[in-house]
């Protein structure tokens, strides 16, 4: 295995990749990827990962292909860095040469050989321009953008208010522009629902729920087509996935209800499963470790109730 990191000022390691290039075959496996959590948001992954594929293009240049397993929560990530879950590599070529995790989405990235994958930026706002592209482009894209919007127009202001009484309206329409953005009054009392009180803690115990070794046969909900006969001893299918869609759309009134459904999501595996699987032993290990976080959360709020 062979690795890269990102290191900031003072030694501090941000991230890092590791990585079993196969040259003979044509592809590297991406074993480990990491970004420290409070620098998820700054542009490290990406920064990391087109070194990476700049990396691999200079000491490899046999190496065409990447292959890695994403858990549920980094696939949109890879999705960014141009990987995709339609595996193109033949089967012979990586069978046998990589690990399969149990749990786990193949994904794949195919380099490009007319990107300079470390000047990405240029690249993309001369996509955006559509400038040096073939003449059957018709025209620029923020160009068209600028033509069909009125975005970038600028009114003079309203001169009825320099002298106006106090208290003084006019009428919407009146105002240059903004009839056009087709806004009317009546916006004004559309709201997004309101969360409840319990919204957040409820978002943090799934968070945790998601994120625990464990978690990954909880994840989302369990195929018919991986296991025919599922729905037909299980009545009321539940899973994290589910749940948080439930948590988006405000359909838990109350903390009580959202423990309610995580329980029945570990009830539903231990029902289903041999007790002596891998499955209903994590179902069972995942129960205790719910009934810690919400003991501990009541004990710092009394307002959850039991």
Same mark, same amino acid.
């Given at each position: 295995? @062979?690795?890269? %990191?990102?290191?900031?000022r003072?030694?501090?390691?941000?991230?890092?990749?590791?990585?079993?290039?196969?040259?003979?075959?044509?592809?590297?496996?991406i074993?480990?990827?990491?970004?420290?959590? *409070?620098?998820?948001v700054?542009?490290?992954?990406? *920064?990391?990962?087109? =070194?990476?594929?700049?990396?691999?293009?200079?000491?490899?240049?046999?190496?065409? =292909?990447?292959?890695?397993?994403?858990?549920n929560?980094?696939?949109?990530?890879?999705?960014?860095?141009?990987?995709?879950?339609?595996?193109?590599?033949?089967?012979?070529?990586?069978?046998g040469?990589?690990?399969?995790?149990? !749990?786990?989405?193949l994904?794949?990235?195919?380099?490009?050989?007319?990107?300079?994958?470390?000047?990405?930026?240029?690249?993309?706002?001369?996509?955006?321009?559509?400038?040096?592209?073939?003449?059957?482009?018709?025209?620029?894209i923020?160009?068209?953008?600028?033509?069909?919007?009125?975005?970038?127009?600028?009114?003079? !202001?309203?001169?009825?208010?320099?002298?106006?009484?106090? !208290?003084?309206?006019?009428?919407?329409?009146?105002?240059?522009?903004?009839?056009?953005?087709?806004?009317n /009054?009546?916006? @004004?009392?559309?709201?997004?629902?309101?969360?409840?009180?319990h919204?957040?803690?409820?978002?943090?115990?799934?968070?945790?729920?998601?994120? *625990?070794?464990?978690?990954? /046969?909880?994840?989302?909900?369990?195929?018919d %087509?991986?296991?025919?006969?599922?729905?037909?001893?299980?009545?009321?299918?539940?899973?994290?996935?589910?749940?948080?869609?439930?948590?988006? %759309?405000?359909?838990?009134?109350?903390?009580?209800?959202?423990?309610?459904?995580?329980?029945?999501v570990f009830?539903?595996?231990?029902?289903?499963?041999?007790? *002596?699987?891998?499955?209903?032993?994590?179902?069972?290990?995942?129960?205790?470790?719910?009934?810690?976080?919400?003991?501990?959360?009541?004990?710092?709020?009394?307002?959850?109730?039991?």
């Amino acid at each position: 295995s @062979e690795g890269l %990191a990102v290191v900031r000022r003072g030694l501090q390691v941000v991230g890092g990749i590791t990585y079993r290039p196969f040259p003979h075959r044509g592809f590297a496996e991406i074993v480990f990827f990491a970004i420290a959590s *409070h620098y998820q948001v700054n542009g490290y992954g990406g *920064h990391l990962m087109n =070194h990476f594929k700049s990396h691999i293009r200079r000491a490899y240049p046999s190496i065409k =292909h990447f292959l890695t397993y994403a858990d549920n929560y980094a696939i949109g990530y890879f999705k960014k860095q141009g990987f995709t879950k339609e595996i193109t590599l033949q089967r012979p070529v990586w069978v046998g040469y990589i690990k399969d995790y149990e !749990g786990g989405t193949l994904m794949q990235c195919t380099l490009v050989d007319k990107v300079d994958y470390l000047n990405t930026k240029d690249i993309l706002n001369i996509q955006r321009e559509a400038r040096g592209f073939s003449t059957t482009i018709p025209g620029a894209i923020l160009t068209k953008i600028r033509q069909m919007s009125k975005s970038t127009m600028v009114y003079e !202001g309203i001169q009825a208010f320099k002298n106006a009484p106090e !208290g003084f309206e006019i009428n919407y329409r009146d105002v240059p522009g903004l009839k056009e953005t087709g806004w009317n /009054p009546e916006m @004004e009392d559309i709201q997004k629902p309101q969360k409840g009180p319990h919204h957040k803690a409820m978002a943090r115990l799934l968070h945790d729920l998601q994120n *625990h070794a464990l978690a990954w /046969p909880f994840l989302r909900p369990v195929s018919d %087509a991986d296991v025919p006969d599922y729905y037909n001893v299980i009545k009321r299918p539940m899973d994290f996935s589910t749940m948080e869609d439930k948590l988006e %759309a405000n359909k838990y009134p109350t903390f009580n209800d959202f423990v309610e459904d995580a329980n029945l999501v570990f009830s539903n595996c231990k029902k289903y499963n041999n007790e *002596h699987s891998v499955y209903a032993r994590n179902a069972t290990k995942m129960e205790k470790f719910l009934k810690e976080w919400v003991t501990t959360e009541r004990s710092k709020n009394d307002s959850i109730g039991y």
